[in-house]
């Protein structure tokens, strides 16, 4: 494919890096920091430019991978150059009606969430199609997603703000979890880098286990969970706690906050 992307940071840069690895893909990066322009073509061979140019009118995919405050102004100047790309946004926060509305109506749009891990091609991304987009064009919004990690289709975008709570932030949530075993850790006399190296490879471990079992997680837990046990008095303090609870509550909050974002990014 032919590939051009809005904005050269690190989200940008990993797909391409994913997708380097397949033959015969070919990149034109539009970014104002030079540096980043530099960095791209010498590494991966993309055409660049400062500002968004005539090389996108004959690209087979648009990505746009900028800031959502700098959505609109991007959509306005891209609007010209279009004619059958696919555009594809990975900007947080921008409703694909919004941005088809900014770039004057047009409807091969397809809005993806991915997180952070596709950094290490490790990512999953929730997406959903506007209706005028053909099936080649999603199968090649899947193909330069899944070149980071897997991808989950939804058929409802007001999915999205779910998907962005559970697996967009996630992430965070797993640091913030690690943090607290590492500091239980130190707390009980290991030292950082132990608690740190046991935490993560415990994580790890449990992780690929729970992906590779057919199983469901409760089943997982209780198997580890021996009544009278050690597993049990931590779980027992947990839900004594309302950890669950918690956080539940808060990746709520957080689709909650991705709807409010939708509409103040929408918003005329």
């Known amino acids: ?22 033959a015969g893909n070919r990149f034109h990066v539009v970014d104002p ?31 746009l991978a900028v800031k959502p405050q700098q959505m609109r102004e ?22 694909s009606a919004d941005l088809s509305r900014w770039m004057k109506g047009y409807g091969a ?3 993806a969430m991915p997180n952070t891990p596709a950094l290490i091609r490790q990512g999953i991304t929730g997406m959903v199609a506007m ?16 070149a980071v990690g897997q991808t989950v289709w939804l058929e409802d975008e007001a999915l999205i703000d779910p998907v962005t709570a559970v697996s967009g932030s996630g992430p965070a949530y797993v640091f913030y979890f690690l943090e607290a075993m590492q500091a239980a850790a130190v707390d009980m006399g290991l ?20 992906a590779e079992s057919s199983e469901s997680l409760d089943v997982l837990r209780q198997r580890v969970t021996s009544k009278g046990g050690t597993t ?3 779980i027992s303090s947990m839900e004594g706690a309302g950890l669950k609870g918690a956080i539940v509550e808060a990746m709520k909050a957080a689709a909650a906050r991705g709807r ?7 918003a005329d």
Not at 131 to 144: F, I, L, W
């Open 33 to 63: 920091n030079a540096d980043a322009l530099a960095r791209l073509a010498a590494q991966y061979g993309a055409t660049t430019a400062p500002a968004i140019d005539g090389e996108l009118a004959s690209v087979d995919v648009i990505v």
């Open 131 to 146: 209706p005028g987009v053909t099936e080649g064009q999603r199968a090649a919004a899947d193909s330069v997603l899944r």
């Open 109 to 111: 749009i397809v809005r």
């Open 260 to 266: 409010e974002l939708g509409d103040e990014l929408g």
């Open 232 to 234: 049990h008095a931590a």
């Open 1 to 22: 494919m032919n590939i051009a992307f809005i904005g050269g940071g690190n989200m940008a840069t990993a797909l391409i890096a994913g997708l380097a690895q397949q």
């Open 191 to 210: 030292s950082e880098e132990q608690g740190k190296q046991l935490a993560l490879a415990t994580f790890a471990g449990a992780t690929q286990l729970a």
């Open 74 to 95: 991007v959509a306005a100047a891209l609007a010209p150059q279009l004619g059958s790309q696919l555009v594809l946004s990975i900007a947080a926060g921008i409703r």
